[in-house]
């Protein structure tokens, strides 16, 4: 039943759930960014793998969570990993990433997918935020492919490196996506593979299709600060099944005989604990209690926040957003100073208020790369203010936050 209530979650016997309650938390205790709520039958599930003793890598829950993660998102079949980040570099593996390849990928993100086109030996190429969805700039990329790349055969050649342009990541930043139709579009007539980054978007469709189901692979996340969490874990899907076999045999050592220790090619130990599944499990049975508390969220964020003079990401037509990360941007002409000023104000005041990550084109880490005609990722970053946005905020602890922010503001 929707309720435009902010209530705390029925607190079903995890005693650390206390802790978001704002009557319980202690005077110095900070409302967090985003925390994990562990509750249904995760108490369950997890003193079943260690009554039983299955608590590692192989266990039912293992099979179990990737089976009910595919038929959530609606894919044929999903590879459970030890986290977003390799998720994101099996996938990358497995459509063909080759070491001297070129990689494009969204300049404002958190900074793991440009990690893991570099673990594949590959060069990221940075493209810009669009304006007003803050997502990877579909009209940028196809600018990309049109004026600086030239096919040569079945390969896209970048001509200014002359490096092959074998893969994109479109990340889908916040709990909303990017233009991911016309991205994929742009790339198949370009025969680039899509790995979508959809770690923050758990839950976000488009036109009804689930985010991730629209490139030929997919990487998502399950640390303590995504919408569910495993502890730490990710899954990737694929659309051809060869390619999801081959994240599979990539992220448990590359065997290549089932009894004998024969192996062909280098692999990984990526494996996810039977522990972490049996919470995965619990987690995924909660995301439509999760996702519903968090439109809420959003949405009254969206209301008095806009009141109050801020910005934030206009989604595209026919995205069902889950408001992962509720940011917004201080007024136009805010220097970076204020807004950092801004955000030490939120944290004095106990709010866990954050900015977006730093453009990674500029960064040290990014020296020798290649940047798009980046413009907007740079002021959106500089501007920006994430707020408190867990499923289990509550009604006080939002008008909190909306209450400092407004007299900050004034
Ligand atoms: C969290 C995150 C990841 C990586 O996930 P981990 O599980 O922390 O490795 C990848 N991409 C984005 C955009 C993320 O926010």
């Given at each position: 039943?929707?309720?435009?209530?902010?209530?705390?979650?029925?607190?079903?016997?995890?005693?650390?759930?206390?802790?978001?309650?704002s009557?319980?938390?202690?005077?110095?205790?900070?409302?967090?960014?985003?925390?994990?709520?562990?509750?249904?039958?995760?108490?369950?599930?997890?003193?079943?793998?260690?009554?039983?003793g299955?608590?590692?890598?192989?266990?039912?829950?293992?099979?179990?969570?990737?089976?009910?993660?595919?038929?959530?998102v609606?894919?044929?079949?999903?590879?459970?990993?030890?986290?977003?980040?390799?998720?994101?570099?099996?996938?990358?593996?497995?459509?063909?990433?080759?070491?001297?390849?070129?990689?494009?990928?969204?300049?404002?993100?958190?900074?793991?997918?440009?990690?893991?086109?570099?673990?594949?030996?590959?060069?990221?190429?940075?493209?810009?935020?669009?304006a007003?969805?803050?997502?990877?700039?579909?009209?940028?990329?196809?600018?990309?492919?049109?004026?600086?790349?030239?096919?040569?055969?079945?390969?896209?050649?970048?001509?200014?490196?002359?490096?092959?342009?074998?893969?994109?990541?479109?990340?889908?930043?916040?709990?909303?996506?990017?233009?991911?139709?016309?991205?994929?579009?742009?790339?198949?007539?370009?025969?680039?593979?899509?790995?979508?980054?959809?770690?923050?978007?758990?839950?976000?469709?488009?036109?009804?299709?689930?985010?991730?189901?629209f490139?030929?692979?997919?990487?998502?996340?399950?640390?303590?600060?995504?919408?569910?969490?495993?502890?730490?874990?990710?899954?990737v899907?694929?659309?051809?099944?060869?390619?999801?076999?081959k994240?599979?045999?990539?992220?448990?050592?590359?065997?290549d005989?089932?009894?004998?220790?024969?192996?062909?090619?280098?692999?990984?130990?990526?494996?996810l604990?039977?522990?972490?599944?049996?919470?995965?499990?619990?987690?995924?049975?909660?995301?439509p209690?999760?996702?519903?508390?968090?439109?809420?969220?959003?949405k009254?964020?969206?209301?008095?926040l806009?009141?109050?003079?801020?910005?934030?990401?206009?989604?595209?037509?026919?995205?069902?957003?889950?408001?992962?990360?509720?940011?917004?941007?201080?007024?136009?002409?805010?220097?970076?100073?204020?807004?950092?000023?801004?955000?030490?104000?939120?944290?004095?005041?106990?709010?866990?208020?954050r900015?977006?990550?730093h453009?990674?084109?500029?960064l040290?880490?990014?020296?020798?790369?290649?940047?798009?005609?980046?413009?907007?990722?740079l002021?959106?970053?500089?501007?920006?203010?994430?707020?408190?946005?867990?499923?289990?905020?509550?009604?006080?602890?939002?008008?909190?936050?909306?209450?400092?922010?407004?007299?900050?503001?004034?």
């Open positions: 039943m929707p309720s435009n209530k902010l209530s705390p979650p029925r607190r079903r016997g995890p005693r650390h759930l206390k802790r978001l309650d009557r319980l938390r202690g005077k110095d205790d900070i409302i967090p960014l985003h925390v994990p709520e562990i509750g249904g039958r995760a108490w369950e599930y997890v003193k079943e793998c260690l009554d039983t299955w608590v590692s890598s192989v266990g039912s829950f293992v099979t179990r969570f990737e089976t009910e993660f595919a038929a959530f609606g894919a044929s079949g999903a590879v459970g990993v030890v986290n977003g980040t390799s998720a994101l570099h099996a996938a990358l593996l497995a459509v063909g990433v080759q070491p001297g390849d070129e990689v494009l990928v969204s300049d404002l993100t958190f900074i793991a997918p440009v990690n893991a086109i570099r673990y594949c030996g590959a060069f990221p190429v940075f493209i810009d935020a669009d007003r969805s803050w997502q990877m700039d579909a009209a940028k990329v196809e600018r990309f492919f049109r004026e600086r790349c030239e096919k040569r055969g079945d390969a896209l050649i970048n001509k200014k490196s002359g490096r092959r342009v074998r893969a994109i990541v479109p990340v889908h930043i916040l709990g909303f996506a990017c233009d991911i139709e016309r991205i994929v579009l742009a790339a198949a007539q370009s025969g680039v593979k899509v790995v979508e980054d959809a770690a923050e978007a758990l839950g976000v469709r488009v036109n009804g299709k689930h985010v991730g189901m490139g030929d692979a997919a990487a998502f996340s399950f640390n303590g600060n995504k919408i569910m969490t495993t502890g730490g874990g990710g899954m899907i694929a659309r051809d099944p060869a390619v999801l076999a994240v599979r045999y990539l992220t448990t050592q590359a065997k005989d089932e009894l004998e220790y024969v192996h062909n090619h280098v692999g990984y130990n990526y494996r604990t039977n522990l972490q599944a049996a919470l995965g499990v619990a987690q995924l049975e909660q995301m209690s999760f996702i519903e508390r968090k439109a809420v969220i959003g009254r964020y969206l209301t008095e806009t009141a109050a003079g801020l910005q934030t990401l206009e989604p595209f037509a026919g995205v069902s957003p889950t408001y992962w990360l509720n940011t917004f941007l201080l007024p136009r002409g805010t220097s970076i100073d204020q807004r950092k000023r801004f955000i030490r104000s939120l944290i004095e005041r106990r709010i866990g208020a900015p977006l990550w453009t990674i084109h500029d040290p880490v990014s020296d020798g790369f290649e940047a798009y005609e980046i413009e907007n990722s002021d959106i970053y500089r501007r920006s203010v994430s707020l408190p946005s867990s499923a289990a905020l509550t009604d006080r602890d939002f008008q909190t936050v909306v209450d400092t922010v407004r007299s900050l503001l004034s």
